[in-house]
């Protein structure tokens, strides 16, 4: 081990010392000894690892995890990513340094950017600084344990386990998202400043008086007077300034306010102007003996964030958020990215999907998050890592919010991207605590709106509020509807904006071929392979894609119905979906148009995602999706703009379109210009659809000057005034009785509709399962259907391979057949989709031969309400054409004791 301190000497020796304004730093990335303490030897006072030479080596920045250090699992967790090598506990990470004799008179710092989650520093064999912040990065003071000129041995721990009795699911630090990793990421360095530094830097915009209001906090060890001057520069894009301030006092922190005029050329940042300014301050004093020099910088934007009547304002106007939550996913490294290369990545996506906020959910981000989001517009909702029970009485947990609170404000307080703060998730417990904490945070910093929770009890100091609910009604938007003149404005209009909480969730099934893609990543989806070979071993192994598309394509249906019915709420404050990439932690939630990965899985383009969530989108309100032929549609069309500016001389235009893409219809609505910040009523229009003999799905577009486009499908179908009637091949029945079992025991052919409430099963629904079946195991525990629409059964149901609204009627008066004992190559030709933990064969309607005959079932209401429900009666009426024609003649044969298992008696 002698070579290897030798070997740290020499690097050491070979660092560059940087210098601004006479600070100077030791970059300390590299190989350091290491070593884990499962035992907790620290605790136990028994010769605690600090008092040795370690014996391993780690490079650092990073983790574990990367080393293959801890347990190895040999599990497959079914409710999460599994980690491939779990540790939780001390590990320890040391270093013999050599403080250079020049930083004699300095103050000394060992800087960790990102930590996880408790680091403490012996230096040699005394603990002389612990640090507990999870959201920032950790920055001991050194200075008076260490000597310049003197090698010292610097032994850091990182504990990785809960320090204080807070929520195991919040983001921050859980096994269900990103792992609960131990390691040091990002910068990793020793600083040497002088004793007259700048210790925080903070700027607040004043938009009216085109100035910065400059607070700065000076911290002086000379214990004597100084004087001297901050040179603040302000620098953009084509614009630069200066200002000179006089400094003097002798206090140990000497607080500095001055207000900068800059000028008429200064720019706003907001979403589509994302102006950034950088503000660097020249700091030189004395005393009588000697000279100082600091230099600190901030990145800001001129901002200002009000609370309006509905809406957040940005710089006076308001805004609609439209938003996605960041749940800390990153399965390719196991922790949250400190370079702004995949910031970048994430808010470019944010932008090509027509997002323009990110809540951080139970979570603070690293500051490349920051910065990015600053340099593209993307506004942030920032949370402590605070979930359920965490507001309870507890008093050291107390404390701990208390500082990492006011933590996250010192911080990244300047970004202005960092618009909203909310205490946590979804908090229960005492809310005396929770108001303290928000009143506290508005009185610190004016630079954003403070919430006290998501989802829970509002304090008397909230500036905007995230729910499910208000006291006038639900605010949510879980799935749509085959109509869209509906929205959330009457429930949304209270005291303070609202911001619909966590809209979306309808689950996707697992596309199984992302296994491998977590080949070089801290943690497999051990998961996806149980689900796997159970759909395998249940038959079905070769339907998981077709699963998947089908399920995924109902997703964006709901998906687009969701948001649309947001944007028509102009009285919302706006949306945060759960969430356009997946969420692998609490049950496994696919819910996303993106994958855990951030990449696309090839359901939606950004193009189309943009069509109905944007900063504009032509809406349309009409009635219901499924028509008669002798009807008229009414649609009444709607512009959201909350764009940069409204339009001018709008050309709108509507029109009619068949699946071949041929315009039968279309139509202007009047040449108007369109205001913006809200949602704008532009016309009705209106046309018959007598015309239309034949079923036909059809699409009613709606487009402003010809570059805004939106489009909805609607289907439309004659009377068929007969239906259900036999012959003497055809015998249409709702009971399996002796009548029908002759017709089929004389090769002639069967439709049983057994009633609904006839038939053992499972509830039918139209939506995907909410979230995820794990987690939320309530009943039907379906995502959709496949229909095997290639099939001639459906050859007058005009039907894609997936359910959309003119689907919804007739699933929501069916009943879910399990087929799990049927042969396992019949296939139900409405095939339900089983939860992915169970992944049982379903079916609403199937065929088979039984006792030489032909038997179809559908287990369909085909007597309720039956005037009022055009798309059942077509598809009756494709299935009576089939049945009746020589194409009907099912191959696989069933046993009766299989018919009889699913009917009631």
């Not at 009619?656 to 139509?667: F, P």
Request: glycine share 6%.
């Amino acid at each position: 081990m002698q070579c290897l301190k030798i070997v740290f000497t020499v690097l050491l020796l070979l660092q560059v010392f940087t210098a601004k304004g006479q600070t100077q730093t030791i970059d300390l990335s590299g190989v350091w000894r290491f070593q884990t303490d499962v035992m907790d030897f620290r605790r136990g006072s028994l010769s605690p690892r600090y008092n040795h030479e370690l014996q391993e080596t780690i490079t650092l920045p990073g983790i574990t995890d990367d080393y293959k250090i801890g347990y190895k699992v040999p599990y497959k967790y079914i409710d999460r990513l599994t980690r491939k090598y779990e540790y939780m506990g001390p590990a320890w990470y040391q270093r013999d340094i050599e403080i250079p004799k020049e930083w004699k008179g300095k103050r000394i710092f060992m800087y960790f950017e990102r930590t996880h989650w408790l680091s403490s520093i012996y230096v040699d064999t005394k603990e002389v600084s612990k640090i507990d912040y999870i959201s920032i990065p950790h920055n001991h003071d050194l200075t008076d344990f260490v000597t310049p000129g003197k090698t010292h041995r610097f032994t850091v721990c990182i504990d990785n386990r809960y320090q204080y009795n807070t929520h195991k699911w919040n983001h921050a630090h859980t096994e269900f998202t990103q792992i609960n990793w131990n390691g040091i990421l990002g910068e990793i360095k020793l600083v040497a400043i002088d004793p007259v530094y700048i210790d925080d830097l903070q700027v607040y915009p004043d938009i009216a008086d085109n100035s910065i209001k400059v607070k700065m906090q000076v911290n002086n060890y000379t214990k004597k007077e100084v004087t001297g001057t901050a040179t603040f520069n302000i620098n953009g894009e084509n614009y630069t300034i200066n200002k000179e301030v006089a400094i003097n006092g002798n206090d140990s922190v000497i607080s500095i306010e001055d207000v900068i005029q800059l000028g008429k050329n200064i720019k706003l940042w907001d979403e589509f102007n994302p102006n950034i300014y950088k503000i660097t301050c020249q700091l030189n004093t004395s005393t009588d003996k000697a000279k100082y020099q600091h230099e600190k910088s901030a990145d800001f934007g001129m901002r200002e964030v009000k609370q309006g009547k509905n809406h957040v304002l940005i710089n006076n106007r308001p805004v609609h958020l439209r938003g996605n939550v960041e749940n800390a996913v990153f399965p390719k490294t196991g922790y949250a990215p400190v370079e702004d290369a995949e910031w970048e990545r994430i808010m470019l996506l944010m932008k090509d999907y027509g997002l323009n906020h990110l809540r951080f959910h139970s979570w603070c981000p690293p500051k490349a998050a920051f910065r990015m989001a600053d340099k593209h517009g993307i506004y942030f909702e920032v949370e402590m890592p605070m979930w359920g029970k965490d507001a309870e009485p507890d008093e050291a947990r107390y404390n701990f919010f208390r500082r990492e609170m006011r933590a996250i404000l010192k911080e990244y307080g300047n970004h202005p991207s960092f618009v909203l703060y909310c205490n946590g998730n979804e908090i229960t417990g005492n809310f005396d605590f929770i108001e303290e904490l928000t009143a506290a945070g508005r009185e610190l910093d004016s630079r954003h709106l403070f919430s006290g929770s998501t989802a829970r009890t509002r304090v008397k100091s909230d500036q905007y509020y995230v729910s499910q609910q208000t006291n006038k009604g639900p605010v949510k938007v879980y799935e749509g509807m085959p109509n869209t003149d509906w929205d959330r404005n009457k429930e949304s209009d209270v005291d303070v904006p609202v911001i619909s909480h966590e809209s979306g969730q309808r689950c996707v099934y697992p596309d199984f071929r992302e296994i491998e893609k977590y080949a070089n990543s801290p943690v497999e989806a051990r998961n996806f392979e149980v689900f796997r070979d159970m759909l395998k071993a249940n038959g079905m192994g070769d339907q998981a894609y077709d699963f998947f598309k089908a399920s995924g394509a109902l997703t964006i249906v709901e998906y687009k119905a969701v948001i649309e019915a947001l944007l028509r709420s102009s009285k919302s404050a706006g949306f945060q979906l759960l969430s356009i990439n997946d969420f692998p932690g609490q049950g496994y939630a696919p819910v996303g148009i993106l994958d855990p990965f951030w990449d696309s899985k090839g359901l939606v383009t950004p193009e189309k995602f943009r069509e109905f969530c944007a900063p504009t989108v032509a809406l349309l309100r009409y009635e219901k999706s499924s028509y008669f032929n002798d009807e008229i549609f009414t649609g009444n069309a709607e512009i959201y703009n909350f764009s940069n500016s409204g339009i001018k001389n709008a050309k709108i235009k509507w029109s009619l379109t068949d699946s071949n893409g041929k315009t039968l219809k279309k139509g202007n609505l009047k040449t108007q210009t369109i205001g913006n910040d809200d949602v704008f009523p532009v016309g009705e229009f209106t046309f018959d659809l007598k015309r239309i003999t034949s079923p036909q799905q059809l699409t009613v577009h709606l487009s402003v000057n010809d570059n805004i486009k939106n489009s909805w499908n609607i289907w439309v179908y004659p009377k068929n005034e007969t239906l259900m009637t036999s012959t003497d091949d055809v015998l249409y029945t709702t009971v399996y009785d002796d009548k029908a079992k002759q017709q089929l025991a004389q090769g002639k052919n069967v439709v049983l509709l057994p009633a609904p409430n006839k038939v053992k099963g499972r509830k039918s629904v139209f939506h995907n399962h909410f979230w995820n079946p794990i987690m939320f195991a309530w009943p039907p525990m379906t995502i959709g259907c496949l229909i095997h629409n290639d099939q001639p059964v459906f050859n007058d149901f005009v039907t894609s391979y997936h359910t959309d609204w003119q689907w919804w009627d007739i699933l929501n008066n069916a009943k879910v057949i399990e087929m799990q004992n049927s042969p396992q190559e019949l296939r139900p030709f409405i095939q339900v989709i089983d939860a992915y933990d169970n992944n049982q064969k379903l079916g609403i309607g199937f065929e088979a031969k039984v006792n030489g005959g032909n038997l179809l079932v559908l287990a369909v209401d085909t007597k309720k309400d039956m005037e009022n429900r055009p798309a059942t009666r077509q598809l009756l009426e494709s299935i009576d054409k089939y049945v009746k024609s020589d194409k009907f003649n099912p191959q696989v044969k069933v046993e009766e004791s299989f018919i009889q298992s699913f009917l009631m008696k």
